[in-house]
């Protein structure tokens, strides 16, 4: 598969699993990349429109060869000499699941490493 293909297939999937799960969750006290408040300030954030949204780095780690359509994720079957491994990350902001009404105010806690 193209290298291209793989990273936007992954990163559609991904961003689909998130909204599909917000979803089958609504009506639970779970919530799926809640809002991060200004007290969290190690958290990775985009400000848009004055929202804060968590932003996430999805990880890549992946064996790539050279292919007649241009880079190609290797696949087991790869001539072990002609593969490079890529490392790259990118960053995704998801759709921020609100608190429901009904739920009471919460503050999420965040101690820095090597505390508690």
Request: a negative charge; proline letters at 9%; zero cysteines.
């Amino acid at each position: 598969m193209a290298l291209k293909e793989f990273v936007r297939d992954t990163l559609i999937q991904v961003a689909q699993g998130v909204e599909v799960a917000q979803e089958a969750l609504a009506e639970s006290s779970v919530l799926i990349n809640p809002p991060v408040g200004a007290e969290v300030a190690t958290a990775q954030t985009l400000v848009q429109a004055g929202q804060r949204n968590p932003t996430h780095m999805i990880e890549f780690d992946l064996v790539v060869t050279p292919g007649d359509d241009g880079v190609m994720v290797a696949g087991a079957a790869a001539d072990p000499g002609q593969v490079s491994r890529l490392r790259f990350s990118v960053g995704v902001s998801f759709p921020v699941q609100e608190r429901r009404p009904s739920e009471p105010d919460f503050e999420l806690a965040v101690e820095p490493p090597g505390v508690g």
